[in-house]
């Protein structure tokens, strides 16, 4: 198993720009593909960018060019910089790690963008 704390959320003016933390525990060394997702008021869970093992990247449309995900060396942390932020980029993020084909969850970061 593994365990996900999601850390770095909070309240940033547009333009802004915030780093999300993932950090997991358990069978982290099991884990090849992890992720962001974002959950917005009213709408449903989509995806925000994964990486994997081989630190190849998919970015969602909507945060292209402007969101970066990354790990670090130990392979227990997963990173997302998050620059040049919308009101649309208001949402819960969650960090989502797939190890031997079940996923697995953080309880989620709140991140507000407004003035």
């Known amino acids: 198993q593994v365990q996900l704390v999601e850390s770095g959320g909070g309240l940033v003016q547009p333009g802004g720009s915030l780093r999300l933390s993932c950090a997991a525990s358990g069978r982290v060394l099991s884990i090849y593909d992890w992720g962001w997702f974002r959950q917005a008021p009213g709408k449903e869970r989509e995806l925000v960018a994964t990486?994997?093992?081989?630190?190849?990247?998919i970015y969602g449309d909507s945060v292209q060019g402007r969101f970066t995900i990354s790990t670090g060396n130990a392979k227990d942390t997963m990173y997302l910089q998050m620059d040049s932020l919308k009101p649309e980029d208001t949402a819960v993020y969650y960090c989502?790690?797939?190890?031997?084909?079940?996923?697995?969850w953080g309880q989620g970061t709140q991140v507000i963008v407004s003035t």
């Open positions: 990486i994997n093992n081989e630190r190849n990247t």
């Open positions: 989502k790690a797939v190890v031997g084909g079940f996923d697995y």
